[in-house]
């Protein structure tokens, strides 16, 4: 079952922005903390950014994020985002969404993956 579907990248030139959005199905989406990922050829999937159950916490990779992405939560829409301004060719990766239970009875998966959408930063 596909509990997670990403939307939103594509190419964007240097110093523009993007939004991801990555919406659940068939899980309650407030059992889970959400993070997005991401990951080049050849390299490992590296976390991003990360969002609390209730939106109340956030955490950054500063050496990836430096102040120009910005994760948030809209628990009525069961959607997470992943804001991103600034962006540079070295933000080119594929980015996905992570599901991860943090209540004891979850109603689904320990953890769910998406499929990835690819943002490409180039001239």
């Known amino acids: 079952q596909e509990y997670l579907v990403e939307s939103g990248g594509g190419l964007v030139q240097p110093g523009g922005s993007l939004t991801l959005s990555c919406v659940a199905s068939?899980?309650?989406?407030?059992?889970?903390?959400m993070s997005w990922h991401r990951q080049v050829p050849g390299k490992e999937r590296e976390l991003v950014a990360s969002?609390?159950?209730?939106?109340?916490?956030?955490?950054y990779i500063d050496s990836i994020v430096n102040g120009r992405f910005t994760i948030s939560r809209d628990n009525d829409k069961n959607t997470v985002y992943l804001q991103m301004n600034s962006l540079q060719p070295e933000d080119t990766a594929v980015y996905f969404c992570k599901a991860k239970v943090v209540v004891l009875e979850p109603s689904g998966p320990a953890e769910a993956w998406g499929q990835g959408t690819q943002v490409t930063v180039s001239w």
């Open positions: 969002i609390s159950r209730f939106g109340r916490g956030t955490n």
């Open positions: 068939g899980i309650t989406f407030t059992d889970y903390s």
